[in-house]
């Protein structure tokens, strides 16, 4: 039986004619001005008498196929929504000839459509991309004066404790990173970076559970990208002013960006406070008896102010190449001032020890970076493609034709990242008796460190083969990548023993070290889309790393050589009404930071030591979810995941306590930690007007360890709600609240916390301005947390109070012309290295 095939006539050959395939019709539809693919367009190919004959939806890259068409002769209706329609007539299946594939195809857009879907249609505020959560912070306006702290706690699989700190899924062990890169800034220290970030700068953050081969394999829980707002041509920028009772900011950005030359420059100013008090009763036991009660009370009430500027250049000499250099700088001061009380005592209430201690902390802290990007897109090779010839040579096709293949291209990119953080904390404490005379002065300072070299190399190359009839899209990437990381630290400590002002050095207490680490890394990935409902992607990343640290103060040497071998697999079935069901397994892994290895003994608290731990090995885990999205209809977009990690040689904090009542507290390898969980969230837009997205995780955390002894298990969960609602006369109203249930560890657990915010937007001046006014816990001045921890020496009991109530109204004021503009390619180092802190 003779094959049925598809063909075009030579006088209607309006596309890149490319290969053919027997009984299909095949090809892509992109942007006739970008060139990038129109997802989801619809294709229906119709009868001279316009009866739909058979039709299809494309995927995300704009692909489609269609197969099983009688013979005769059809037209090709293609439709997008914000583009104009296009028809490719005189199409014609015929007897003994092989397919056609139309690769290419442009539709222009629609402007007065593209009009009309920015007033009306809203992009969800939660959307699963299939290898990430992404939550849009650009259509949250509550955000506008925030914090990348307060944006964080509105996303999926995340929590932010009252102090700032982030978790993912319950796990500290991850990476952050701003465009794809981290920041030395981050690495130094998350909460304070998130705090000083402005929230009205973030596009998106993306939440990575399952990173693949490309990203490097350190991060045991995953990966969150901050996606800032990108550059636009033509001349414009923005400005904001913040003023609030607990924070102050103020900021701009100008653009100008040409056809080939592009010059950014950004600046802001800020301010916060931070007013916090704790409370602990810890018992000391000894074979399971009470010898000892120690009460401790804490507060703090803290202003700190910093800056950061940044300069960008992009310059394109053609259309396939760009070259970026970026300058940052950061710089402030983070006090951590605080007043301490301490009683230890007898279970009978005799008083062994007491005293007050007044200490004041100043941070200071500096940073440079910059970062140089050479970005090459090469165009695929011209190729000729031959028509096969029908039986009856008056409809023969035109053969020899040369065409070059639209769509993704390959892509080389090479950039380098080097980052220097000179940091000097300095620290007094003076301590009191009852009747206030002082006994006991110190004194310190850390000069400090922190340089990182950073080389990398990756490229892209995307191709299409065929297995019988069937086309399979590939796209191959392999890389390379170099991180040269050195930290050093000189501390010195001065006391008066008597409590006069005559300081006498104490070379027990003082430390200097050098440290650094490299990793050298090599990966390959490959991701295939063998039609329009799957997706495999398959990779794996080699990493070779070693350290070598000093610890002069202890005279302590470390050594360390290992590599990692990390697996990745990823396969995303697609169904339809957008349906999609995505499987992931990977391994990933955690070093051990300079601050846990520092041997160096903490004494700032004389009754709470801190120390790390030169012995410690690296972690490793394992990673596997069970991901499902849909459309449940309404406006209702539902994302469930179902996930298992297993951490082996997990890296704890464990404190020990004697019989004198002085806790030991050091990083320690535990056997294992694993966690399951289930993960729920959702998008509802019942009306135009009316948006409401939400979340919820719920965990089952285990950590056992037989060396100590212990373990401990149990559940936690959290949820977030928003609510946004747009009334008439440019006004957006907003609630949003979250709540976490609380941390399992293995000494114990900590109760939950909770937020909430109130937000109105008035826009002005046609959209280019808006007065933003908010409030956050208005009910409720302080925010409180319980900890309770066990352990066969002792028994603790704390509270800690943070006030959270806040106001604050923000003007944001953009100016100038603006069209899309590419975003500069940006190293992504997605492990970090500590500074190290007192």
Do not use: C
């Not at 209702?636 to 890296?651: D, K, S």
């Not at 990083?667 to 993960?679: C, D, E, H, K, T």
Request: charged content about 20%; aromatic content about 8%; cysteine-free.
């Amino acid at each position: 039986m003779a094959q049925t095939s598809v063909g075009v006539i030579p006088a209607a050959a309006a596309v890149p004619i490319l290969h053919y395939s027997p009984g299909q019709l095949a090809g892509s539809v992109v942007d006739s001005i970008t060139g990038n693919p129109v997802p989801f367009t619809t294709l229906a190919l119709m009868s001279p008498a316009g009866k739909l004959v058979v039709g299809t939806v494309a995927d995300e890259q704009g692909a489609f196929q269609l197969g099983q068409i009688p013979y005769g002769s059809y037209k090709l209706v293609i439709t997008s929504v914000g583009y104009q329609a296009k028809t490719i007539p005189n199409l014609l299946v015929r007897e003994g000839e092989a397919g056609l594939s139309l690769t290419g195809i442009r539709l222009r857009p629609d402007t007065k459509m593209l009009k009309e879907v920015v007033v009306t249609g809203q992009r969800a505020l939660i959307e699963d991309k299939g290898d990430r959560l992404v939550y849009n912070a650009e259509k949250d306006m509550a955000n506008v004066g925030g914090s990348a702290a307060d944006v964080l706690r509105k996303v999926p699989m995340l929590s932010v404790d009252l102090n700032g700190n982030v978790q993912l899924r319950g796990s500290g062990n991850f990476k952050i990173f701003l465009n794809g890169k981290p920041s030395a800034l981050m690495a130094r220290n998350q909460a304070d970076a998130l705090r000083q970030l402005p929230g009205s700068t973030i596009k998106t953050v993306e939440v990575i559970t399952s990173p693949g081969a490309k990203y490097d394999a350190e991060g045991v829980a995953g990966i969150i990208n901050i996606v800032t707002l990108k550059r636009w041509e033509g001349f414009n920028g923005s400005s904001y002013v913040s003023a609030g009772n607990l924070s102050q900011s103020a900021g701009a950005s100008v653009n100008v960006q040409g056809k080939k030359l592009g010059v950014s420059v950004t600046g802001g100013l800020y301010q916060y406070r931070s007013i916090s008090e704790t409370e602990s009763y810890r018992t000391t036991l000894v074979n399971g008896q009470p010898i000892n009660i120690l009460f401790q009370s804490s507060r703090q009430d803290n202003t700190g102010m910093g800056g950061n500027i940044g300069i960008n250049l992009d310059y394109d000499p053609d259309s396939t190449t760009r070259i970026s250099l970026w300058l940052s700088g950061w710089g402030g001061n983070y006090p951590n001032n605080s007043s301490l009380y301490s009683r230890l005592y007898t279970p009978a209430g005799n008083i062994l020890q007491e005293f007050r201690r007044a200490i004041e902390f100043s941070d200071y802290y500096r940073n440079g970076e910059a970062n140089l990007g050479y970005t090459k897109t090469f165009q695929k090779r011209k190729v000729v493609y031959r028509h096969v010839l029908a039986p009856n040579l008056r409809d023969k096709l035109a053969i020899g034709h040369y065409v070059t293949e639209t769509g993704p291209q390959p892509e080389l990119s090479v950039l380098a990242q080097y980052s220097h953080t000179p940091d000097r904390n300095n620290y007094t404490a003076d301590q009191y008796t009852q009747e206030n005379l002082v006994t006991y002065r110190e004194r310190s300072i850390n000069l400090s460190h922190y340089n990182e070299l950073t080389v990398q190399t990756d490229y892209t190359y995307p191709f299409r083969f065929r297995i019988r009839t069937d086309t399979t899209q590939a796209t191959l990437e392999v890389g390379a990548k170099v991180i040269l990381r050195d930290i050093g630290s000189d501390y010195s400590l001065d006391q008066a023993l008597d409590g006069s002002y005559i300081f006498v050095p104490d070379p027990t207490r003082s430390t200097k070290f050098d440290y650094t680490q490299q990793v050298l890394s090599g990966y390959t990935s490959i991701r295939l889309a063998p039609g329009r409902n799957w997706v495999a992607v398959i990779g794996a990343r080699l990493e070779h790393t070693a350290i070598n640290g000093n610890f002069a103060s202890t005279n302590t040497r470390i050594s360390q050589q290992y590599q990692n071998l990390i697996p990745n697999l990823s396969l995303i079935r697609r169904f339809k009404n957008k349906r999609t069901l995505r499987m992931s397994y990977t391994q990933r892994i955690t070093r051990p930071l300079v601050g846990y290895l520092n041997p160096y003994v903490n004494f700032s608290n004389p009754q709470n030591l801190v120390t790390g731990n030169p012995d410690l090995d690296p972690e490793l885990a394992h990673a596997a979810e069970l991901a499902y999205s849909t459309f449940v209809g309404k406006g209702i977009v539902l994302n469930t995941a179902l996930y298992h990690r297993q951490t082996n040689n997990a890296i704890e904090s464990v404190s020990t306590v004697d019989a004198e009542g002085i806790s030991v507290s050091r990083p320690q390898n535990i056997a294992r930690r694993s966690v399951s969980g289930l993960q729920i969230n959702t998008n509802v837009q019942p009306r135009r007007n009316l948006t409401i997205a939400g979340g919820s995780t719920l965990q089952r955390v285990e950590s056992y360890s037989p060396a100590l002894g212990q373990g401990n298990r149990g559940f936690v969960w959290n949820a977030t709600a928003n609510m946004s609602y747009r009334l008439p006369k440019g006004i957006i109203v907003q609630a949003n609240g979250n709540y976490t249930s609380g941390r399992v560890i293995l000494q114990g657990r900590t109760s939950g916390w909770y937020g909430y915010t109130f937000s109105a937007r008035k826009e002005l001046w046609d959209k280019k301005a808006s007065l933003t006014l908010s409030a956050t816990t208005p009910f409720n001045r302080v925010v409180r947390q319980e900890n309770v921890r066990e352990a066969p020496t002792f028994t603790s009991y704390g509270t800690s109070a943070n006030v959270t109530r806040s106001v604050l109204a923000t003007f944001y004021w953009q100016f100038g012309q603006s069209s899309s503009s590419r975003q500069t390619k940006k190293i992504n180092n997605d492990d970090k290295a500590d500074i190290p802190r007192r």
